[in-house]
């Protein structure tokens, strides 16, 4: 019998991401194959994104195309199950099934464990079911190991999940709930298995990544730069990362591994939100633009050259010309390598949703229009700094042109040479030649040697 089909299509950010590979193999233990065709899958699964926008309407939308594609097969004698997973699932609960009766399954991120129960269960009893329970230990307990073969360069790694912030425009407490560690063993263990896998290169994930405090059986917890040190100690770790942060939890010695471990990129995101401190206390952000300029110094004190990434609202509730100015002029003294701005978009349940002197949208957009232009011209220049010098690259694929081959710079700049596909998974040194919008390109540096395969010794 040929194995039954699985798709699965992913909205929203790299914790997204990561769930769908992880429900992807756990099913594909249970007998499924990925399929990238939604029409020819016995098992569709939409992993759905609450943050920003319309996201609730486009699922909805896309969920009509899925139950079309399940009644073409239906007239075909082929049954399809639809699953609704991710956030707004546990936004939305039972309310998806009502009004999309075709859903078969309702899956928060905090049960995907219970997947493949779930789906044998469906396809028994063709009954709806709905798991929106909130016991993230369980799901970590529970997902299986990565299987073996899969080689990759670089791969992503949960470490905390939720968050107990509550910044007033944000729906992540009420989706991905309370805040929680994963045990710093489990995430070793992972990592270990990961790098014999080629892995070189790990992103720690987290709502809130940096208030992690894994719970470790000698001590009370361990920070997440304690995590950081002994991860760096695996010697087929090339380079950490981390994502994504909140400034309050930005601490000392976090700040200092900037400076001290050479495995730790010189990258860090993280988000300021607004440039007025008006505008900053009724999101509930806690701090001032003053402190953040003062961490924005402190990181800078431990690793100059390093590459800052924020994310920016405009138009929050009661937001007047001259709050923006402060953003603007906040982020112009900052100068991000990298930046993701966004209209506030209401979400419902939120204490700013149903705040006065919501902002129009044409304000927004122009607000909008004024700041992308101020940070793409900082991203481009930092870019251009980045030309005429030799920047250590890992290789994570092929590049668009044939010959050519693609990887992330430690600023996580992408960037693309001719090369040989056997540099793809290893580091080489590169000379920048050039910065164009969205990459930089270059050659691999003259008396490079490529040393073979590294063995993966953990
Ligand atoms: N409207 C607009 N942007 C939002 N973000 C979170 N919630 C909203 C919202 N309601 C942005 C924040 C956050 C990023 C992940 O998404 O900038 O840091
Ligand atoms: Fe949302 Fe981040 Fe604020 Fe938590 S810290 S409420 S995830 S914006």
């Known amino acids: 019998m040929s194995p039954k089909k699985l798709h699965i299509k992913t909205f929203g950010c790299q914790m997204n991401a990561y769930d769908s590979e992880r429900m992807a193999e756990a099913l594909e233990s249970q007998g ?75 899956v928060g991120p905090q049960s995907y464990h219970r997947l493949a ?34 080689s990759r360069a670089s ?46 290169e790990i992103t720690l ?60 990129m010189p990258y860090l995101h993280l988000p300021f939100q607004a440039g007025s401190d008006r505008i900053l206390a009724a999101m509930n952000r806690k701090h001032t633009a003053a402190q953040y300029e003062a961490l924005i110094g402190k990181v800078r004190q431990a690793r100059p050259d390093i590459a ?46 149903s705040l006065e002197g919501q902002v129009p949208e044409a304000a927004k957009r122009e607000r909008l229009y004024a700041l992308q232009s101020l940070l793409d011209g900082d991203r481009h220049a930092f870019d251009r700094a980045t030309v005429g010098r030799s920047l250590e690259v890992l290789f994570e694929g092929r590049g668009r042109k044939p010959g050519q081959i693609a990887g992330r710079s430690p600023y996580l700049q992408a960037v693309h040479v001719e090369g040989p596909d056997e540099l793809i998974g290893q580091i080489a040194d590169v000379d920048i030649l050039a910065a164009s919008p969205n990459s930089l390109t270059g050659v691999i540096k003259s008396g490079f040697e490529w040393r073979g395969p590294v063995q993966a010794a953990v």
């Open 32 to 106: 499924y194959a990925l399929t990238h065709d939604a029409a020819e899958a016995d098992l569709v699964i939409l992993n759905t994104c609450h943050i920003r926008e319309k996201a609730v309407e486009k699922v909805y939308s896309e969920l009509g195309r899925v139950r079309l594609a399940k009644e073409d097969r239906k007239s075909r004698g082929l049954d399809t199950l639809i699953a609704v997973a991710g956030c707004v699932a546990q936004a939305e609960g039972s309310e998806i099934m009502a009004r999309a009766p075709a859903v078969d399954i309702v």
């Open 117 to 150: 129960h779930l789906v044998e269960e469906a396809a028994a009893t063709g009954k709806g079911l709905v798991a929106t329970e909130f016991p993230a230990e369980e799901k970590f307990a529970h997902l299986p190991d990565r299987p073996k073969g899969k």
């Open 155 to 200: 791969a992503f790694v949960t470490v905390q999940e939720g968050c107990d912030k509550f910044c007033t425009f944000c729906v992540v407490p009420y989706t991905r709930g309370a805040e929680f560690s994963r045990a710093p063993a489990e995430i070793i263990a992972e990592v270990e298995r990961l790098a014999t896998m080629g892995v070189r």
């Open 205 to 264: 994930l987290g709502q809130n990544v940096n208030a992690y405090h894994g719970p470790h059986p000698d001590e009370s917890s361990w920070p997440l730069a304690r995590l950081l040190r002994s991860l760096a100690e695996i010697p087929a770790i090339e380079r950490l990362r981390y994502t994504t942060s909140h400034p309050l939890d930005m601490d000392e010695e976090l700040i200092a591994l900037f400076g001290n471990e050479p495995k730790l």
């Open 308 to 353: 800052l990434s924020t994310d920016i609202i405009v138009g929050f509730p009661g937001e007047t010309d001259a709050d923006f100015e402060e953003t603007l002029a906040l982020a112009a003294r900052v100068r991000f390598a990298q930046a993701f701005s966004f209209k506030y978009s209401p979400r419902p349940g939120t204490p700013a949703a």
